[in-house]
């Protein structure tokens, strides 16, 4: 389903999925004590599923920061561990809509239908995080029926954002989730759906290593965070 990447190939930004060795999950389970002997967590090692990338700490300055949200079942914990670069194996993007489709509730599926269809007008691919994506790539139960759907739309210069967030916001009037989630652009710089939409003149823009705001038609453009 995943189609990782080799380590070195690129780094890895907001969202991605990091792959780590074994050696790797031992370094990252000693210092947390019990969850070291957490079935659940072992269970995840032992598979070699992903974690993801998420931003560092300011006390954080060795290592490559990482993130596992558990599942409801196990209290929706979100753990952070410190990789060492040389465990991390492979890097990925997020589960495609198209990927993450069979482990969607069934009323959820014609708004997939729907979304897919959009985001090939619009030539801006659709990928998931939150809830749904874990769900597709481990098959445990994430999913509820208060989930919203994490949408990622990777965007690209001739992109016509105004014209997209207006498509989707018509598709969630007729929706049975919230639909929540980033356009992001090709250099990792993302803003919220929502707040775009909204029409602000500037923009809360968020990458790997922190966020800023930045003026709206900038952040169109392409422009670099100042």
Same mark, same amino acid.
């Given at each position: 389903? #995943?189609?990782?990447?080799?380590?070195?190939?690129?780094?890895?930004?907001?969202?991605?999925?990091?792959?780590?060795?074994?050696?790797?999950?031992?370094?990252?389970?000693?210092?947390?004590?019990?969850? $070291?002997?957490?079935?659940?967590?072992?269970?995840?090692?032992?598979?070699?599923?992903?974690? #993801?990338?998420?931003?560092?700490?300011?006390?954080?300055?060795?290592?490559? $920061?990482?993130?596992?949200?558990?599942?409801?079942?196990?209290?929706?914990?979100?753990?952070?561990?410190?990789?060492?670069?040389?465990?991390?194996?492979?890097? $990925?993007?997020?589960?495609?809509?198209?990927?993450?489709?069979?482990?969607?509730?069934?009323?959820?599926?014609?708004?997939?239908?729907?979304?897919?269809?959009?985001?090939?007008?619009?030539?801006?691919?659709?990928?998931?995080?939150?809830?749904?994506?874990?769900?597709?790539?481990?098959?445990?139960?994430?999913?509820?029926?208060?989930?919203?759907?994490?949408?990622?739309?990777?965007?690209?210069?001739?992109?016509?954002?105004?014209?997209?967030?207006?498509?989707?916001?018509? #598709?969630?009037?007729?929706?049975?989730?919230?639909?929540?989630?980033?356009?992001?652009?090709?250099?990792?710089?993302?803003?919220?759906?929502?707040?775009?939409?909204?029409?602000?003149?500037?923009?809360?823009?968020?990458?790997?290593?922190? $966020?800023?705001?930045?003026?709206?038609?900038?952040? #169109?453009?392409?422009?670099?965070?100042?």
């Amino acid at each position: 389903m #995943i189609s990782p990447c080799k380590s070195l190939e690129r780094p890895a930004g907001r969202h991605d999925l990091v792959f780590v060795n074994p050696q790797g999950w031992r370094a990252m389970l000693d210092p947390h004590g019990d969850l $070291a002997r957490d079935p659940l967590v072992l269970y995840w090692a032992e598979l070699g599923w992903p974690t #993801i990338r998420r931003r560092a700490l300011p006390s954080e300055t060795d290592g490559l $920061a990482l993130g596992l949200p558990l599942p409801p079942s196990a209290g929706k914990k979100r753990l952070s561990f410190l990789a060492g670069l040389d465990d991390v194996v492979a890097v $990925a993007r997020p589960p495609s809509l198209r990927e993450a489709y069979a482990s969607a509730p069934p009323c959820w599926r014609p708004t997939l239908d729907r979304l897919e269809e959009l985001a090939l007008r619009h030539s801006a691919p659709a990928r998931v995080f939150g809830s749904l994506a874990w769900e597709s790539m481990t098959g445990l139960d994430y999913v509820t029926a208060s989930s919203d759907l994490d949408l990622l739309f990777e965007t690209r210069p001739e992109t016509d954002l105004d014209r997209l967030v207006a498509d989707l916001a018509a #598709i969630e009037t007729e929706a049975p989730m919230r639909l929540d989630g980033e356009l992001m652009r090709a250099d990792g710089a993302a803003v919220n759906w929502r707040e775009f939409s909204a029409g602000a003149s500037e923009l809360l823009v968020k990458c790997i290593d922190g $966020a800023t705001l930045l003026d709206r038609d900038r952040f #169109i453009s392409g422009a670099p965070r100042s």
